[in-house]
């Protein structure tokens, strides 16, 4: 049993011993490990698309919206409906919300802000974050990414 135990100790070990002398070999490797085929990233170019400043804005007694999303020159239509139909879908939401639950006699006035930030803007790809915050009443408001 004792001679089974000594054995894999010393096959652990020389395994050890091999990735260390591998990683802590200088020069280049003699084997490079290559990306897969098709999944090569390539530098994206840095000139930022021409943006512009979509909002929708509604107010009256006891409701605030206030949604601003971008529109960008020069892209695939999908991508500029992609942001209208969220900023849309968030407004009608948030109206279907509060003509449901507001109380005449709400103390606060039920809200709806989206702002968001472009993270990158290249012609290779768009990235931008939203944040939401949204309050209907409850103890405080929402606030959410996307």
Do not use: C, W
Request: glycine share 4%; aromatic share 10%.
């Amino acid at each position: 049993m004792e001679k089974k135990k000594l054995g894999y100790i010393v096959i652990v070990a020389a395994i050890l011993a091999l990735g260390l002398a591998i990683v802590f070999t200088p020069g280049k490797s003699k084997h490079p490990i290559a990306p897969p085929t098709g999944l090569v990233a390539t530098k994206p170019t840095v000139a930022l698309l021409v943006k512009n400043d979509k909002k929708i804005t509604q107010s009256n007694k006891s409701i605030e919206v206030s949604v601003v999303y971008p529109e960008f020159d020069n892209v695939p239509a999908f991508i500029n409906t992609t942001f209208a139909d969220f900023a849309k879908s968030e407004v009608d939401n948030f109206n279907s919300l509060h003509l449901e639950e507001i109380p005449t006699s709400a103390p606060a006035d039920y809200f709806l802000t989206i702002t968001y930030d472009v993270d990158q803007a290249n012609t290779q790809y768009i990235s931008i974050v939203f944040t939401t915050r949204l309050d209907t009443g409850g103890a405080h408001p929402n606030e959410y990414f996307r």
